[in-house]
């Protein structure tokens, strides 16, 4: 990290022959940190004198705009090899073999292949998969409260500010039609991860992260390659501060969201938690300084990350009614229609809890009174107050929330779930957010 505060973006003062020297930073970085600031409150006096803004952290997060995961970087570029004779090309088929088998079972491995999976095949020693596995039980115990919490506070709250979104609008991830797949995907990925011993070498969880992975550097590469993206406007296309960001908010985000649904979380529960999805970031390619063993430690990183954020943009509203409008295309056996006239209004509800009048506003999205929420705060106040301090109250909870994840899935999917890991391999099948 560089210890020093970034260059603010402020008109110098001066003879007319005196300029600001460039910033080494992408023109979005800290471009509404005011805003930012207002918005961050809440999670600045949770902090408290943690809360306080670290400038070499605030800096590292701009340089890393334009870092990218080397790795992926290089099994991307010889994946786009046309050169079929070419010793270094890797083919989608041997990528699968690898994964599937390992990479001894590959022939004459070319050499990014086999780099790739020298970075994601050995476990750290900091891994313990017994926390690994509780952290699943524990996101499996939060069942539907998870769900809302990612659509709704993490998904389509992280809409309001410029970057990724754009991203999201070139490769088509969730526009017409397939709003309603990718949002299954993600979901998919995010519930095949909490499975028991899922994310052991063989796991579907352990496949689909790298799989994931992949699908990242190809995305990057398409784009920085394709003369359509402006990287000194926005960065790399899939960086490393971005691929944190999004990591913060499946851990850190998603605990404090599902305690805003009353949901009662342990000390224990949240260390569990935070140990899956440093492993998980760790196989996704996220910088090793950069991942959090403890809650706090992430709310305190997430706030900086929030503080380096543009607000705004024409690239959130298009995608966060994209996601809304496609909860009107959910798949129910019986009374179809009226329930997925209910399932818009209720996110639309709950997107008012969560973001606000005015984040709903700023999103172009109805403004609706927050009526879902009153009745779910009962719900969990009865399910994870009082049932879920008992081992069988956790017992019952882990199955509800196993039949939700089935059941969502089949909404989403309908009779179109696909194998875990057996995702199309073109750039647009990015399953992440």
């Known amino acids: 990290m560089v210890a020093h505060e970034p260059p603010q973006r402020d008109t110098p003062v001066g003879p007319s022959d005196v300029t600001t020297p460039p910033s080494p930073y992408p023109r979005r970085f800290r471009e509404t940190e005011g805003l930012n600031r207002r918005l961050g409150r809440p999670l600045r006096l949770l902090l408290r004198r943690q809360g306080r803004t670290d400038p070499a ?23 786009r090899i046309t050169d079929t004779t070419h010793p270094d090309r890797v083919t989608m088929r041997q990528f699968r073999v690898a994964l599937a088998d390992g990479i001894d ?22 891994v313990d998969f017994d926390l690994v596995n509780e952290g699943g039980r524990v996101a499996r115990r939060f069942g539907r409260n998870a769900a809302d919490v990612m659509l709704q506070l993490a998904l389509i709250g992280s809409y309001r500010f410029d970057g990724p979104p754009r991203l999201l609008v070139e490769t088509g991830g969730l526009t017409g039609g397939s709003a309603l797949r990718r949002i299954a995907e993600t979901q998919q ?68 969201g599902v305690r805003l649904l009353g949901v009662r979380v342990t000390r224990a529960e949240s260390r569990a938690l935070m140990h899956l999805w440093k492993y998980v970031g760790h196989l996704m390619g996220v910088d090793e300084d950069w991942l959090c063993d403890h809650e706090r430690s992430q709310h305190r990183f997430n706030y900086h990350l929030l503080l380096t954020q543009s607000y705004g943009g024409s690239a ?47 999103l172009h999205l109805p403004v609706a009174l927050p009526w879902a929420v009153p009745p779910l705060l009962a719900v969990n106040l009865l399910r994870y107050h009082v049932l879920g301090r008992t081992s069988a109250g956790r017992a019952y909870l882990l199955r509800s929330g196993d039949r939700f994840i089935r059941r969502n899935l089949r909404r989403y999917f309908g009779e179109q779930t696909p194998d875990v890991g057996a995702l199309e391999a073109g750039p647009s099948g990015n399953p992440s957010h």
């Open 316 to 362: 959130g509203p298009p995608l966060a009614n994209a996601l809304v409008e496609a909860q009107t295309a959910l798949h129910f056996a019986h009374f179809a229609r009226v329930r997925r006239s209910y399932a818009r209004a209720r996110l639309l509800s709950m997107l008012r809890y969560f973001l606000g009048r005015r984040g709903v506003r700023d």
């Open 105 to 126: 079972a590959v022939p004459n491995p070319p050499p990014a292949l086999r780099e790739f999976f020298a970075a994601v095949d050995p476990v750290p020693d900091w």
């Open 189 to 256: 990925w995010a519930t095949a991860v909490t499975g028991h011993d899922a994310m052991r070498r063989s796991g579907p969880g352990f496949r689909l992260t790298v799989h994931v992975r992949l699908m990242h550097a190809l995305v990057n590469h398409q784009m920085e390659h394709s003369g359509r993206w402006d990287t000194g406007r926005w960065g790399l296309p899939v960086n490393q501060s971005d691929l944190a960001a999004t990591l913060g908010l499946f851990n850190a985000v998603q605990l404090l």
């Open 57 to 79: 952290l605030l800096a590292a997060i701009g340089e890393r705009l334009t870092a990218r995961d080397t790795v992926g970087a290089a099994l991307a570029s010889a994946m």
